[in-house]
């Protein structure tokens, strides 16, 4: 009997705070979602309230209670989840990553089962860009959104390039091969970073040096000779590749002895 009553004064004081977030000033609706936050998720009716004041608030001017509402609605556990995930396939899409970003590498496990919808991919695959080095772990449920026609080409690219390391290697090179030349530029950036620290990336550059587009075969030259003695197996691709006027011999050579161990 004491649960019961208990029960209901607690959605009592949910419904009423929920009324709050839409009808009170500024000033109460951000009063509601910290006292909905704390109450967590016992007060999971009031989640859609809480997107609402997100969707209708963010691109206004004047009303600020719809930051207080980002901080507090994932506190209502697996229902705001479940709302969020839902709302990232729809209209709603941005102002639901706009919340999941805010949660930062705690979002991970909702972006990537985002990831397995064709109507939420893109805007979960931006997110996880927007979390930068914090959204590596997503790396697996990224590459299978691309593998299965989720995400494009750029955007994967676009996406794995805020966490680009030895790990995302083996990506970048694959795309060296698309017909798109945008496509060999995003890849080749992203290479010439990481060269230093992986040999992928080294044998991936050595392989761009026989591209059919000449900025892109010096670029990749260029990238060699940055990662000095690292990219000392790629010594004999850049000799390949100046004897067959593929770059400059002359910066060939230079390229060499910056890449020749020392």
Same mark, same amino acid.
């Given at each position: ?5 208990? %029960? ?17 000033? &500024?000033?109460?609706? +951000?009063?509601? $979602? ?6 967590? =998720?016992p007060?999971?009716?009031?989640? #859609? ?13 004047? #009303?600020?209670?719809?930051? @207080?509402?980002? &901080? ?5 556990? #697996?229902?705001? %989840?479940?709302?969020?995930? %839902? ?21 991970? #496990? ?18 996880i $860009? !927007? ?6 772990? $997503? ?12 995400? %494009?080409?750029?955007? !994967? ?5 805020? !966490?680009?390391?030895?790990e @995302? ?29 992986? =040999?992928?990336?080294?044998? +991936? ?6 591209d ?10 260029v ?5 000095? =003695? ?10 390949? +590749? ?6 400059? =011999?002359?910066?060939?050579? @230079? ?8």
């Amino acid at each position: 009997m004491v649960a019961a009553t208990l %029960t209901v004064a607690c959605g009592d004081k949910v419904a009423g705070l929920t009324q709050e977030l839409s009808s009170g000033t &500024d000033q109460e609706c +951000a009063a509601a $979602a910290k006292a909905l936050g704390k109450i967590g =998720p016992p007060a999971a009716s009031a989640a #859609p309230a809480m997107l609402d004041v997100v969707v209708k608030q963010r691109r206004a001017k004047g #009303p600020t209670c719809w930051t @207080t509402v980002v &901080d507090e609605l994932p506190k209502l556990g #697996p229902a705001a %989840t479940s709302l969020l995930l %839902t709302a990232l396939g729809d209209k709603r899409g941005e102002d639901a990553a706009h919340v999941l970003s805010s949660m930062g590498a705690a979002a991970l #496990p909702t972006l990537s089962q985002a990831l397995a919808d064709p109507k939420s991919a893109d805007e979960a695959a931006s997110t996880i $860009a !927007f979390l930068g080095r914090a959204g590596a772990p $997503a790396l697996t449920a990224l590459r299978d959104a691309r593998k299965n026609g989720r995400l %494009t080409e750029k955007k !994967f690219l676009a996406c794995i390039s805020w !966490f680009k390391s030895a790990e @995302t290697a083996p990506d970048f090179a694959a795309a060296l091969r698309s017909g798109d030349i945008e496509v060999r530029w995003m890849a080749l950036r992203a290479l010439e970073d990481v060269a230093a620290q992986s =040999p992928d990336a080294v044998k +991936a550059l050595a392989f761009a040096l026989q591209d059919a587009s000449p900025e892109i075969r010096n670029h990749a030259l260029v990238a060699l000779s940055k990662a000095g =003695p690292a990219a000392s197996a790629a010594v004999p691709a850049v000799r390949e +590749a100046a004897d067959r006027r593929l770059v400059s =011999p002359s910066l060939a050579r @230079t390229a060499i002895a910056r890449m020749q161990p020392r």
